[in-house]
């Protein structure tokens, strides 16, 4: 997995690129909490997801109540993380 970073005013995107497992969910979640960002957006419309990942990736973040927003999920990815405890972003 590959992580393009852009910031604009204050937010700060992070581009995933390639395929996120589970033995990525731990420095994906390290390089959100790095961030020195009013807002962290993960963007994974050019990434492929394992399940395993992202639920171990809403487990980290919820742990440290750590807010940040997600777009290019697809909806059962969506209805994982929800059920997980976390909270749909809006706009998603």
Same mark, same amino acid.
Do not use: K, W
């Given at each position: ?6 910031? @604009? ?5 992070? !581009? ?16 959100? =909490? &790095?961030?020195?960002?009013?807002? *962290?957006? =993960?963007?994974? &419309? ?8 992202? &639920? ?5 973040? @919820?742990? +440290?109540? *750590?807010?940040? +927003? *997600?777009?290019? !999920? ?5 209805? =994982? =993380?929800?059920? !997980?405890? +976390? ?6």
């Amino acid at each position: 997995m590959r992580i393009e970073r852009l910031e @604009n005013e204050g937010r700060c995107e992070l !581009l995933l690129r390639g395929e996120l497992r589970l033995e990525d969910a731990r420095a994906l979640f390290e390089q959100v =909490l &790095s961030e020195d960002c009013t807002q *962290v957006v =993960l963007d994974f &419309s050019a990434c492929e997801v394992e399940d395993r990942a992202l &639920s171990a990736l809403a487990d980290l973040v @919820n742990g +440290a109540h *750590v807010q940040l +927003a *997600v777009r290019g !999920l697809r909806e059962r990815q969506f209805r =994982l =993380l929800e059920y !997980l405890g +976390a909270a749909r972003p809006l706009g998603a």
